[in-house]
């Protein structure tokens, strides 16, 4: 090579990683992806993954299918299989958490080869890690070994972040796979996703190299692109349209290293306000390239030639929703206590409900008064947040394609329509009728398989609650971090306490796991008392959360507040203590009630601003109560509520409701029901059904994971036992499915 000559080359995952270990240079910074980076990447991954995998071609020939593009890095070499990353850190080590994550998963399910594939890629050596980053390697040897992490005092951003981004992989792969699919997905990872090296020369060349990319002048985003279009034009209102322009970006600047705002909202200003109704491919269009939808779309925005004054009024609106929008932004980068009641603003960002945005912007018009805004904002986010809290008590999936059907198809058409704060109340209170599923139906939910995220968040708002209400300092935000606040089983892991009441290990499992069997503890005290009996945890209980506290005898002695906030709920019964005697199932039972209505009251429609006027009720007349703005539109039917294999089959009436499923693990046979929705309903425990076939099956197994397609059967008249996989197969070999 030359001086100065840059090459550059593709490279698929299993290339890019054979024995060629990476290393970082002195300017580098520390691991930063967060939460938001990292679920992009795993969501846009299994995304591809599925429309690869559900096309038989592709499956028949793999070599046939497109390659998934992750990008560029920029590397140099300094000597053989050894190189330095000018650019591209944080990929790669996303990259090698995903690959851990998923050789440990290999390794439970016994699939060797798998196991070897990664083995290849996760080290150079079978020893050293491909990406050694000495900071890193505490971490890694945990997460490699199965082990947790204790962050410590001295620990760097890089360690800290490492293991979080480490424990949101690992769930996040259990939620948008299904197990019997990790085979496949790791063959696809290593043999069709590439990324494209650009080579320096040398160490000096790819400093410069990275002060350019860095330091100087950034390429032409959409952003700049749409300006320049709408400046060339507006005519000579240039000077204005530039000005509002620039404050427009100002407003959007809360957080200077965020260098997509922009970009973000005025997608979602367009989503909310532009894109046309029904039309996905608006929306596709408009998050793939928003410069060139604007121009192709002139006519429907009325950017025409012949009116200038159109394209200053479009941006405008921009700079005006921008103002009205910036409190929003605000809060869902962290909760401020200053009246605005936005916190919901928040939870939504954290429980992965971005899209609220342009919900919220679909609610408020360029012309609202600045409190108004505040109004119409706050409700659609503590809708969006009901919703969630729901589809979570339900077991019903809370992904983001969930999530984007309800804002697109359902809230935007609908909040369009609304001008005042009292029409997006009412368009609200009406969906809220439509919802459908109680709260109370929830009585035997708990841990299951994915979901520990939102249990913890169940938990954290329930908590947070209380703790209010009988003035005590806490920390919602505190609860929702899995390293300061563990998920307290009351129970240990020892059926051989209990087993003369709960014979059944399965039985056991379940209801240990149950709400009413959890709290939210500090995770230095959990470490301490995990496996004491519950009488003995109690003492311990009592100085933690009123939740966890009021477990122990005389509690709530010398504490009026907590009297009265028993009484104002009517909760004696169930926020009270318990006894040694007290068994396992009266315990759990109990505070599963309890926390079923703590919930009735965090999310009651009235108390949140939408309430339920049902359809018998009337104002007082014969005539039926007036309502602010017309009755909401039904929902756009949905192809299931689950979607699930299992739920195709019962949507495509290949299984009917009420079918029985058989799952053998170590010559037991564990029973179970398929409902009309495609889940899974053990015949030991009953109650809540499991969401997937995954989780019902891991949880008879008394195991981690379970590939349950595989191991679920169905039996006919003659006893022939034939497997959920091979049904399916079978069905979709024939169109059926």
Not at 222 to 248: F, I, P
Request: proline share 4%; charged share 25%.
């Amino acid at each position: 090579m030359g001086s100065d000559e840059i090459r550059s080359q593709g490279f698929s995952l299993k290339e890019l990683f054979r024995e060629v270990a990476y290393e970082i240079d002195y300017y580098q910074r520390d691991y930063t992806w967060g939460e938001e980076e990292v679920r992009t990447l795993l969501r846009d991954l299994c995304g591809s993954f599925k429309h690869w995998s559900t096309n038989p071609a592709y499956l028949r020939r793999p070599h046939t299918a497109p390659q998934y593009f992750m990008g560029p890095f920029v590397y140099y070499e300094p000597s053989k299989n050894r190189r330095y990353l000018v650019d591209g850190q944080q990929r790669f080590v996303t990259l090698h958490l995903l690959f851990l994550q998923l050789r440990l998963s290999a390794q439970e399910r016994g699939d060797f080869r798998a196991v070897d594939r990664l083995n290849r890629v996760i080290t150079t050596d079978g020893e050293h890690f491909s990406v050694g980053i000495t900071d890193h390697e505490p971490v890694l040897r945990a997460v490699a070994e199965s082990r947790k992490y204790e962050t410590g005092a001295g620990d760097s951003l890089s360690r800290r972040n490492l293991w979080a981004r480490s424990q949101q992989i690992e769930s996040q792969l259990v939620e948008d796979l299904d197990a019997e699919n990790f085979h496949q997905f790791t063959e696809w990872l290593l043999d069709r996703v590439v990324l494209v090296g650009i080579r320096a020369a040398n160490s000096d060349h790819g400093y410069r190299m990275f002060e350019t990319m860095n330091d100087r002048g950034a390429r032409l985003t959409a952003v700049d692109l749409l300006k320049s279009h709408l400046l060339s034009h507006v005519g000579e209102n240039e000077d204005q349209l530039n000005t509002q322009w620039q404050e427009m970006l100002r407003e959007l600047a809360t957080d200077r290293e965020d260098t997509t705002a922009a970009s973000r909202y005025i997608k979602a200003f367009l989503l909310a306000r532009c894109a046309r109704a029904g039309q996905d491919d608006d929306r596709r269009q408009i998050d793939s390239n928003l410069n060139v939808w604007v121009r192709q779309n002139a006519a429907h925005l009325g950017l025409v030639p012949k009116r200038p004054d159109n394209f200053l009024r479009f941006v405008q609106d921009l700079l005006k929703s921008a103002r009205l929008f910036r409190p929003f932004l605000a809060a869902g980068r962290e909760l401020k206590k200053d009246g605005d009641r936005l916190e919901t603003v928040l939870f939504n960002e954290r429980n992965g409900l971005t899209c609220q945005t342009v919900a919220i912007l679909a609610a408020i018009d360029p012309d609202d008064r600045p409190s108004d805004a505040k109004d119409k904002g706050r409700l659609v986010a503590a809708y969006m947040d009901r919703w969630y809290a729901l589809r979570v008590l339900q077991d019903l999936p809370v992904q983001s394609a969930d999530a984007d059907d309800l804002v697109h198809h359902t809230l935007v058409p609908l909040l369009r329509r609304c001008d005042t704060v009292a029409d997006v109340a009412s368009v609200l209170s009406n969906l809220v009728t439509q919802d459908g599923g109680a709260i109370r139906d929830a009585v035997t939910l708990g841990l299951r398989g994915n979901n520990a995220h939102q249990i913890r968040y169940l938990l954290a708002r329930a908590t947070a609650y209380v703790e209010e209400a009988c003035q005590r300092p806490h920390d919602v935000l505190a609860y929702f971090d899995r390293d300061r606040f563990h998920i307290e089983h009351l129970w240990a892991n020892h059926h051989h306490r209990v087993d003369k009441e709960i014979p059944d290990a399965v039985v056991f499992r379940s209801r240990r796991n149950q709400l009413g069997g959890l709290g939210l503890l500090m995770g230095r005290e959990n470490s301490s008392i995990n496996d004491l009996p519950l009488n003995d945890k109690a003492v311990y209980y009592a100085r933690s959360n009123v939740l966890l506290g009021i477990i122990a005898p005389g509690y709530d002695q010398r504490n009026p507040l907590l009297r009265d906030f028993i009484k104002t709920h009517k909760i004696d019964k169930v926020l009270r203590s318990f006894g040694p005697r007290e068994t396992m199932t009266s315990v759990v039972q109990t505070r599963q009630e309890l926390y079923l209505r703590l919930f009735e009251h965090i999310w009651n429609p009235e108390r949140l601003g939408m309430p339920v006027v049902l359809p018998s009720e009337h104002n007082g007349s014969d005539e039926p109560a007036a309502q602010a703005c017309p009755v909401a539109a039904p929902r756009r039917p949905a192809p299931g509520r689950r979607r699930t294999d299992v739920a195709r089959m019962v949507a495509a009436h290949i299984l009917t409701p009420g079918t029985r499923i058989v799952l053998t693990y170590r010559s037991t046979d564990h029973w179970a029901t398929i409902d009309e929705d495609g889940g899974i309903i053990l015949t030991a425990t009953g109650g809540t059904p499991y969401g997937r076939v995954d989780e019902a099956g891991a949880v008879a197994r008394g195991t981690k994971s379970c590939q349950g397609m595989n191991e679920w059967h169905i039996e006919d008249e003659a006893g022939v036992r034939i497997s959920l996989r091979t049904l399916r197969d079978h069905a979709a070999a024939s169109g059926a499915l």
